[in-house]
């Protein structure tokens, strides 16, 4: 018989609702709002104007029940707001996988990106409903809402791969995002202002 460090969980079913971007029973959720993600849009100013505004709410994360544990294979959903920051459009904060692991997410309402950057070379995903985008160990990534509505997706990643954020404030992400009167562009990434 098989020895685990943590027992496994018992098998159960999951509803996925990807009409209304909910999984069922549902787990923890996170709320990421603009004073979350200090440190990460170029123009710091507005994002600090931002913050003193409203405040708004820049994405939530509706997770199963399944745990963030080794062994286990735990999922969640993303929802990003649409919006920009001195021009810069919304995002996640990105992470590392600090044991590199890999991830896959599947697009289902609007439109969005997957930025990828394993500190030397960048890759983009641009991410409709159905696409998955797959991001391979070794590569930190970012999800940025690239239309007008909100844009969710469906992430599945191993319980033990853990988030890394200090890895993006060091590294960076490779580009940023930014709208453009024809939709978006990606830029190098620069420093802050
Ligand atoms: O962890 P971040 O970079 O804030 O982004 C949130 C997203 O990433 C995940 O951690 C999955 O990688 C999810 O919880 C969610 O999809």
């Known amino acids: 018989m098989q020895s685990y460090a943590a027992t496994p969980i018992a098998p159960f079913a999951i509803q996925f609702d990807a009409a209304a971007a909910t999984l069922s029973p549902p787990g923890p959720t996170l709320e990421r709002r603009m004073s979350d993600l200090e440190g990460l849009f170029a123009d710091r100013d507005a994002w600090q104007k931002a913050v003193d505004g409203d405040n708004p709410v820049v994405y939530r994360v509706q997770s199963s029940p399944v745990p963030e544990i080794d062994r286990e294979l735990p999922q969640s959903i993303t929802t990003i707001e649409p919006g920009t920051t001195g021009g810069e459009l919304w995002m996640t904060k990105g992470h590392q996988h600090p044991n590199y692991q890999g991830e896959i997410y599947l697009a289902l309402h609007g439109t969005g990106g997957l930025l990828m950057f394993d500190g030397d070379r960048v890759e983009w995903v641009t991410m409709a409903p159905g696409t998955i985008g797959y991001i391979p ?41 930014y709208k453009t009167p024809n939709g978006f562009e990606l830029r190098p990434y620069g420093g802050l202002s």
């Open 137 to 177: 160990p070794g590569w930190a990534h970012r999800s940025i809402n690239i239309g007008d509505e909100p844009y969710s997706m469906l992430a599945v990643y191993p319980g033990g791969a853990g988030h890394d954020y200090n890895w993006v404030l060091e590294h960076g992400m490779g580009n940023r995002v």
